[in-house]
T-cell receptor, first 115, second 113 residues
Framework: EAGVAQSPRYKIIEKRQSVAFWCNPISGHATLYWYQQILGQGPKLLIQFQNNGVVDDSQLPKDRFSAERLKGVDSTLKIQPAKLEDSAVYLC?????????????FGAGSRLTVL | GESVGLHLPTLSVQEGDNSIINCAYSNSASDYFIWYKQESGKGPQFIIDIRSNMDKRQGQRVTVLLNKTVKHLSLQIAATQPGDSAVYFCAENSAPRANNLFFGTGTRLTVIP
C-alpha cells in the first residue's frame, strides 16, 4: 500500500512569513496526526483528527498554527506568522483509528527552516 | 505532562553483537507502548509494540520487554547490523485506549562494522 505522502519536503522562510504543509494519509485511515519534531527531540503531537473532526489539539499553538481536514482525507497544517522556534520537521501520520492501540504510520516529514 | 525518557542518548555496538535500548516511562495509566526507528531524513518507522497486559513480545531479531513495576521498557536487537544504525524512540499512548502517542527523546544507535 502507498505510504503517507507529505509536501513540500523542505521549506525555508523568513520569520513572520506564512507556510503550509500538505498530507495525504494512507487510504482508509480515519485518524490523522500532525507532529512537530525539533532537532534532537522526539516528535510532539500538535493535532489529531478522527475523520474530519478534531480529537486533540491541546498542544497546538492556536495563535499561529491552524490545521484542517475538510473532507476527512487530506490535511493541511498552516503556520502564520512563523517564528524562529518553529524550525522543525513536521510529521504527518495516520492510523486506522479504532479505539485502543494503533500503529501510526508516518510520512517522511516536511522540514521547515525559519530565518 | 507525563514524560517518557531514555537512560542513554547514544549507544555504540559492534556489528553482530546484541543491542539493548532502555526507556523509562512515568504514566502508569498507559496501556500501549511502541518502538520506532528513525533514519536520517525519514519519518519514524514502526518496529514493535506491546500492550500492558504482556511482559515480552518478540519480532524478527527484536524483542520488547515491559516491566510495569518499575515502569521500564527495553528494546533488544539481536545480531545488530549496520542497517540498524538509527535513532530509536519509545512511545506510549497518553491514556488507556487513546490513539495518540507520546514520544521520548530517543537513543542514537551506531553500529561499528
Amino acid at each position: 500500500e502507498a505510504g503517507v505522502a507529505q509536501s513540500p519536503r523542505y521549506k525555508i522562510i523568513e520569520k513572520r512569513q506564512s507556510v503550509a504543509f500538505w498530507c495525504n494519509p494512507i487510504s482508509g485511515h480515519a485518524t490523522l496526526y500532525w507532529y512537530q519534531q525539533i532537532l534532537g527531540q522526539g516528535p510532539k503531537l500538535l493535532i489529531q483528527f478522527q475523520n474530519n473532526g478534531v480529537v486533540d489539539d491541546s498542544q497546538l499553538p492556536k495563535d499561529r498554527f491552524s490545521a484542517e481536514r475538510l473532507k476527512g482525507v487530506d490535511s493541511t497544517l498552516k503556520i502564520q506568522p512563523a517564528k524562529l522556534e518553529d524550525s522543525a520537521v513536521y510529521l504527518c501520520a495516520s492510523s486506522l483509528g479504532a479505539a485502543g492501540a494503533n500503529v501510526l504510520t508516518f510520512g517522511a516529514g516536511s522540514r521547515l527552516t525559519v530565518l | 505532562g507525563e514524560s517518557v525518557g531514555l537512560h542513554l542518548p547514544t549507544l555504540s555496538v559492534q556489528e553482530g553483537d546484541n543491542s539493548i535500548i532502555n526507556c523509562a516511562y512515568s504514566n502508569s495509566a498507559s496501556d500501549y507502548f511502541i518502538w520506532y526507528k528513525q533514519e536520517s531524513g525519514k519519518g519514524p518507522q514502526f518496529i514493535i509494540d506491546i500492550r500492558s497486559n504482556m511482559d515480552k513480545r518478540q519480532g524478527q531479531r527484536v524483542t520488547v520487554l515491559l516491566n510495569k513495576t518499575v515502569k521500564h521498557l527495553s528494546l533488544q536487537i539481536a545480531a545488530t547490523q549496520p542497517g540498524d544504525s538509527a535513532v530509536y524512540f519509545c512511545a506510549e499512548n497518553s491514556a488507556p485506549r487513546a490513539n495518540n502517542l507520546f514520544f521520548g527523546t530517543g537513543t542514537r544507535l551506531t553500529v561499528i562494522p
